[in-house]
């Protein structure tokens, strides 16, 4: 990762900054600072050269070095037109003892939800991966999962969808009735807009490194996607930012990371599930019930005619009421 690149993109975000200033800042020579900001704009920047300093007027639509600029967190961004799987590229540098980086893509070709199933990552939405290596226990690597689901559902809302949560990880946008706009349930619980792939390694008592794979059908047109899913163009009529969507979640997720007090009730607060009579299928056998609340690390407790049962992990299926 280029910390060099990155605090030159902070100083450029704060205002006009003199080279002088620029190469101080950074520990490195005036030549090098020239260096960096002619490569910056090779990559789209558009830099002018003021009495003043260096001044950002424009800013590339999408790619590292412009969702590095102005971002709220102390992340770097590996970006890609088009690679198989962010997850795996996210393992490849965690294994290289890389943290605190989100690896990017315009479009995903070997892409894939849980339990290895298919997920279409065409080239339009937001494919991202944030590598962290949280200080807590294995037991509590849940909790980090409902924190993404919790940050891409606000950032959904931000842009103006509004967007829920199915336990555990699901991101759903209600189906609307055609005839009276009134709210309609399928099993799914609503139309899926966001898939959440969380992988980690550890030992007994640490976390040696946690990745959350997050894809948002963001600027995808409905026919690219697969029966029961729906995109952010579809639901506003218009695409979104997605250079400041990213921003936005990977800041939502950081805040989270750091506060896991507040996971459980901001999934609470965003949930589609709570509420709802669900069937969860579990190696055990299913559980019917009511789902009444999420308890750490991001367990469901159903309400059964047999009593309440706490859920760690199954496929989440919302029922019609009876």
């Given amino acids: 990762m280029n910390e ?170 209600s189906e609307r009735s055609e005839t009276d706009g009134s709210q309609l349930r399928n099993e799914r619980g609503g139309l899926k807009l966001v898939g959440i792939l969380t992988e980690m390694e550890g030992e007994a008592d640490r976390v040696s490194w946690l990745i959350a794979g997050i894809g948002v059908n963001a600027n995808v047109d409905a026919a690219d996607l697969p029966e029961g899913a729906t995109s952010l163009r579809e639901q506003l009529g218009e695409d979104v930012d997605r250079r400041v969507f990213v921003q936005r979640l990977i800041a939502e997720f950081v805040a989270l990371c750091e506060h896991p007090d507040d996971i459980l009730p901001a999934w609470r607060e965003h949930s589609a599930t709570l509420g709802q009579r669900v069937r969860i299928e579990t190696p055990r056998g299913d559980v019917e019930g009511r789902a009444v609340d999420v308890v750490s690390p991001g367990a469901l407790v159903v309400r059964t005619s047999d009593g309440d ?4 992990a199954g496929d989440c299926e919302h029922l019609r009421p009876v």
């Fill in 309 to 312: 049962v706490t859920v760690h």
């Fill in 4 to 173: 060099t690149r990155r605090a030159l993109l902070d100083a450029l975000a704060a205002g006009p900054v003199t080279g002088p200033t620029l190469a101080e800042r950074l520990g490195v020579s005036r030549a090098a600072v020239w260096k960096q900001v002619e490569a910056l704009r090779d990559e789209g920047f558009d830099i002018e050269s003021t009495s003043g300093g260096y001044v950002v007027s424009g800013v590339p639509e999408y790619g590292a070095a412009a969702i590095e600029y102005g971002l709220d967190a102390p992340f770097s961004v590996e970006y890609h037109d088009s690679i198989g799987s962010t997850n795996d590229r996210a393992r490849e540098l965690a294994a290289e003892g890389v943290e605190n980086v989100a690896v990017v893509a315009d479009a995903q070709t070997g892409s894939r939800g849980r339990l290895k199933r298919a997920w279409s990552a065409p080239a339009g939405g937001v494919w991202v991966s944030l590598l962290v290596r949280p200080k807590q226990p294995p037991a509590h690597v849940p909790l980090f999962t409902l924190a993404a689901a919790v940050a891409v559902t606000r950032v959904c809302r931000e842009v103006g969808v509004d967007a829920s949560i199915k336990w555990p990880n699901d991101v759903l946008v």
